[in-house]
């Protein structure tokens, strides 16, 4: 099965397995994080120092969206620590809630383009 692009008149196709997030793409952007990355992200947080909020994130496809959103949710003053899974879909972070509220949180993994609700505990 193959994909079809049409770009600036010109003809493209590309293999349907060779497209973000599907594990056996090959796409240098489409990194996928073993299952040792994925623990260890999770280890560090519950380690971190702070209030743990747990988030849904939907439209994630691959390792590059979860360290895009990784880094955005790093990057507020008062997030100790975040780890983001783009297979199950949550982002787990650790916060100085006099620092950074939920709100914030969220707005900056929307400002991505992505859809987030905090989860229900």
Same mark, same amino acid.
Request: proline share 2%; net charge negative.
């Given at each position: 099965?193959?994909?079809?692009?049409?770009?600036?008149?010109?003809?493209?196709?590309?293999?349907?397995? %060779?497209?973000?997030?599907?594990?056996?793409?090959?796409?240098?952007?489409?990194?996928?994080?073993?299952?040792?990355?994925?623990?260890?992200?999770?280890?560090?947080?519950?380690?971190?120092?702070?209030?743990?909020?747990?988030?849904?994130?939907?439209?994630?496809?691959?390792?590059?969206?979860?360290?895009?959103?990784?880094? %955005?949710?790093?990057? !507020?003053?008062?997030?100790?620590?975040?780890?983001?899974?783009?297979?199950?879909?949550?982002?787990?972070?650790?916060?100085?809630?006099?620092?950074?509220?939920?709100?914030?949180?969220?707005? %900056?993994?929307?400002?991505?383009?992505?859809?987030?609700? !905090?989860?229900?505990?």
């Amino acid at each position: 099965m193959t994909r079809f692009l049409v770009l600036a008149g010109l003809f493209v196709s590309a293999p349907v397995w %060779a497209c973000p997030g599907n594990p056996d793409c090959t796409s240098s952007h489409c990194k996928m994080k073993s299952a040792d990355e994925t623990t260890a992200a999770t280890d560090a947080v519950e380690a971190a120092d702070g209030t743990a909020v747990t988030m849904t994130v939907a439209g994630m496809k691959c390792g590059a969206c979860s360290d895009k959103i990784t880094a %955005a949710l790093k990057a !507020l003053d008062g997030v100790n620590e975040a780890a983001v899974d783009h297979v199950a879909g949550t982002a787990t972070v650790k916060v100085d809630s006099e620092k950074v509220t939920n709100d914030a949180l969220l707005a %900056a993994v929307t400002a991505l383009g992505f859809e987030a609700h !905090l989860s229900e505990s």
